[in-house]
């Protein structure tokens, strides 16, 4: 089993030096020294030139993609989406069906808005609670999704980790469960989009693995700069998508080739840095590896925070968990809650309290997560949210032992 040498990965990040207590890691993570030492080479054009065509190389590993024909960039996985939807336009039909998650509007909006372009019908795969003590405890359930599979299904939207409950989907588990059930159902095509953008910096990506046919990440969630890639599946590329003459596709002599970002090639320079630094996390030199001892690292900073958020005392407080609290390989170091009942506290009141101090960094709302927030019950401020706390694995024990110091301080 990996480890991490803490001291080691805080080198890495310059940021961190000032002390300050990064935990809105969720929002955006920080840059590895790395991603920033390669910044210069854009600007002599031969380095620039070749970190461009490193840049897909980069991106290709981290999806663990066939080809490079198949990974691309964008200002943003918001922008991407929009645009892989615009470009599958011409291959959806009136009634063609397409199953979404209640998650981040960037992995939503795109979906709902091509529906009702083409007069597609959205169904939504809902999370339900696991806990009878906490109606906020609430999980995507595999079981629940398949009953949504009908012979219209046409595409399944879906979010391989929630920005807000921090729960992991086993995506190869329920692609595999999907598939099957379209094809019982005689779909007669079905395609899969995983938005791994709240995945990406805790977990390994395999869209191979996964049998899927598109997926997004951001860098800037994962120690980079702040652009996004994309994979999307040869056969796709071929058979559904359309170019758009707009950002990422392009088409040329051969049926189709993937070109790094209209807005410029400065948006390809950091990932080639990102995959080098995660690497050098473990011995091994190997991504696996590396996400292994992240995600074993990540059990170590969740165990003190859900411990301390979890407790009877806690409980009969009003704090409530918006999500599963279990401290295990099924979830990352995102952590919402809310805070009810008869001395209820704000969300924005408690993230005022740990701003006020200037220390920490949590933050609050619905983090573009509306549809989540909005369908909890009982009814939230959909506007007020949560409070969310998100840690990554340059984040300590100590960093999270403050964190709590602080929360004993406004909850009591």
């Known amino acids: 089993m990996a480890f991490l040498d803490i001291d080691e990965v805080r080198a890495c990040f310059p940021s961190l030096e000032s002390g300050y207590i990064y935990a809105d890691n969720a929002g955006g993570s920080q840059t590895a020294q790395g991603v920033i030492d390669r910044n210069p080479d854009y600007f002599v054009s031969v380095m620039g030139t070749q970190r461009v065509d490193e840049g897909s190389f980069t991106v290709?590993?981290?999806?663990?993609?066939?080809?490079?024909?198949?990974?691309?960039?964008?200002?943003?996985?918001t922008m991407i989406l929009e645009n892989i939807a615009r470009a599958l336009e011409n291959d959806i039909q009136p009634g063609d069906e397409f199953i979404i998650t209640y998650e981040h509007e960037a992995n939503n909006?795109?979906?709902?808005?091509?529906?009702?372009?083409?007069?597609?019908?959205?169904?939504y795969w809902k999370p339900t609670p696991v806990s009878a003590e906490n109606p906020y405890s609430v999980a995507y359930k595999i079981e629940e999704l398949l009953p949504l599979v009908s012979s219209r299904t046409r595409l399944a939207a879906i979010t391989a980790c929630s920005n807000i409950l921090g729960s992991l989907i086993p995506v190869e588990e329920a692609v595999k469960a999907l598939r099957q059930r379209a094809k019982e159902q005689g779909a007669r095509k079905v395609e899969v989009s995983v938005d791994c953008v709240a995945y990406a910096p805790h977990r390994k990506m395999d869209v191979r693995q996964w049998d899927i046919d598109?997926?997004?990440?951001?860098?800037?969630?994962?120690?980079?700069?702040?652009?996004?890639?994309?994979?999307?599946?040869?056969?796709?590329?071929?058979t559904s998508l359309k170019s758009i003459a707009h950002h990422f596709l392009e088409v040329d002599d051969k049926p189709y080739k993937l070109q790094p970002d209209g807005q410029g090639y400065e948006l390809v320079y950091g990932a080639t840095a990102v995959v080098?630094?995660?690497?050098?996390?473990?011995?091994?030199?190997?991504?696996?590896?590396?996400?292994?001892?992240?995600?074993?690292?990540e059990q170590t900073l969740l165990a003190p925070?859900?411990?301390?958020?979890?407790?009877?005392?806690?409980?009969?407080?009003g704090v409530?968990?918006?999500?599963?609290?279990?401290i295990d390989l099924s979830r990352v170091t995102t952590v919402s809650f809310v805070v009810v009942?008869?001395?209820?506290?704000?969300?924005?009141?408690?993230?005022?309290?740990?701003?006020?101090?200037?220390e920490i960094g949590i933050r609050y709302g619905n983090f573009y997560a509306y549809s989540l927030v909005d369908n909890l019950r009982p009814k939230l401020d959909v506007n007020d949210g949560v409070v969310r706390i998100s840690l990554v694995h340059y984040n300590t024990v100590e960093e999270v032992e403050k964190i709590v110091d602080v929360l004993r301080e406004v909850l009591a």
Request: with cysteine; aromatic share 12%.
């Open 305 to 317: 925070l859900l411990g301390f958020l979890t407790d009877a005392r806690q409980f009969d407080r």
């Open 60 to 77: 290709a590993e981290l999806f663990n993609a066939a080809s490079i024909d198949e990974v691309g960039f964008g200002p943003s996985s």
């Open 320 to 326: 409530r968990i918006v999500g599963t609290s279990e």
């Open 109 to 123: 909006g795109p979906w709902t808005r091509l529906a009702d372009r083409r007069n597609a019908v959205v169904k």
């Open 276 to 297: 080098p630094y995660l690497k050098s996390l473990t011995p091994e030199d190997d991504l696996a590896a590396s996400f292994d001892a992240i995600a074993n690292h």
């Open 341 to 358: 009942g008869q001395n209820a506290i704000k969300s924005k009141d408690i993230v005022g309290a740990f701003d006020k101090k200037g």
């Open 214 to 238: 598109y997926c997004v990440f951001s860098l800037y969630k994962v120690y980079g700069a702040h652009n996004a890639a994309f994979y999307v599946r040869s056969v796709a590329l071929k």
